[in-house]
């Protein structure tokens, strides 16, 4: 991933013709990208900060159907997910695992309940299921679970689902579509869609925020997979178009280990006011929530609410022996549920389906909203074979169901670097030719700085925020610590990507204006 020469690429071929321009760089952008490079397409994508700068960074981390889908009917949105989960487990394993979950039960009819709704989702699941759910009695499930609160427990169901690190899978994806020859941006806002005469949509004009310098790209197909954003984008096609996105925010806290002690996760499906909160371990820390709270208005860094922190540590405190409190949290992230809106009644948010919609307008800007991670690579399939259907591009199929992120078997000999798949082995390398990189970025973090060298050298990041954020995780896992580290981070990417002591200064300085909506 070379920044530089994409956009030199760029420069020498204004008037290239692009088959498909993609607006937005999330789970759904860089999805579709992907799906349509495979399939030959000229693609460019434009995000206008970084990828997964948006919800795709802020998920809860599964790659599961969601069995509160189950519960509220919605089948067959639970079986594709599932299907979509095996594959994505397949095909990107350096990146996903099989979490062991469990809900604590304390009646004898949530036993009942949840044992025979989960032996359901089992079978949902098919050939692709991640291992059988069962029943387990109070000393067991407080063997698993050491920490969790024996009082009135009458056992717990033990299942499976997919967890994922979201930030590494969208830069999985963004590499991928570049190694298969398409072109994907960060730091490039699209501000205008261009038309023809008949009103038909030409292309983008796109900035490069970078070097503040306008690109106008032109294409057959424009993509609106600008998520939350998605009604702005259709508001620059048709300035009367109604909202289409119920935005809802959904929070997260870190917390340090010591409150779970177990490698399975717990789930509870009911809490106080009937939402599902998940205490899930991940790198080494455990992140718990979530939250769902309707808002008006939209941003790329929207803040949590003092009630909704509250609201997932007074719930952990009935569930846990001990009872995390607000200075235990190493870090609290938010992020905003692209629901797709009724239209007509866009203030309805009761159980918004978390089904994806593919729109069509006038001018022809497709449009995708909703969806969820799990469900990316289907969702990308039905929106080029919706481009297909509508005769702006010819037909070709759909070739990601095989696509594998992961093109060497090998593992590398360190775990923990099992995340960069099979380029583990170049970041090995790095520290047997400069041992010195080997040192970790901060003792409280675990990323060395062999990575970060690497990461400059691979994974287009423009800003410290990139790397600390979305490349390597230290902002989740640790807000404070990543903060502590930024001086020493800024100096590796400044020498590595040729910047000066003033950048250095000045990301050092809005990270640490950042740190404090993350703690
Ligand atoms: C709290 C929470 C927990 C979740 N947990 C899970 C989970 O565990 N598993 C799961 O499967 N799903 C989960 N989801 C859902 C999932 O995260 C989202 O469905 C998915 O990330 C949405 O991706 P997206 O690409 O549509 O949106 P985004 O990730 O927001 O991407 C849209 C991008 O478009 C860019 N953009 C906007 N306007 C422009 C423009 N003019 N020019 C260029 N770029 C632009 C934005 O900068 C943004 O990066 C969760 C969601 C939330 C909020």
Redesign the pocket.
Known sequence: MDRNKLIRALSDEPQKQWDIIV???????LGIALDAVTRGYKTIL????DF?????S???????GGVRYMAQGDILLVIEALHERGLMLKNAPHLTANQEFVIPVYTYWDVFLYTVGLKFYDLLAGRLSMGKSYFINKKRAVQRLPLLKAEGLKGGIVYHDGQFD?ARMAVALATASIEKGGTVLNY????TLLKDEKGKITGVLARDLVSEKEYNIRGKLVIN?????AD??HRMDNPESKPTIRPSQ?V?IVLDNSFLQSSSAIMIPKTDDGRVLFAIPWYGKVVA??TDTPLDTVT?EPRALNQEIEFILKTAGKYLTRQPKREDVNCIFA????LAANPDNPEATKEVSRRHKITLSRSGLLSIIG?????YRRMAEETIDRAIKSGTIEKRKCVTRNFSFYSNGNLPRSERLRIYGSNAFQIEDLIREHPELEELIHAKLPYTKAEIVWICRNEMPVTLEDMLARRTRALILDARASAEAGPAVAALMAKELGFSKSWEENQISKYNDLIEIYT
Not at 225 to 229: D, E, K, P, Q, T
């Open positions: 607006i937005g760089g999330g789970a759904t952008g434009l995000e206008q900060s997964a700068k948006g919800t795709s802020r998920s809860t981390k599964l790659v599961h979201d490039f806002r699209a501000g997979a600008a998520g939350v954003f702005e984008i959904g997260h929530g979530t790329l992020g905003l549920r692209p969806g969820k991670w799990t469900s």
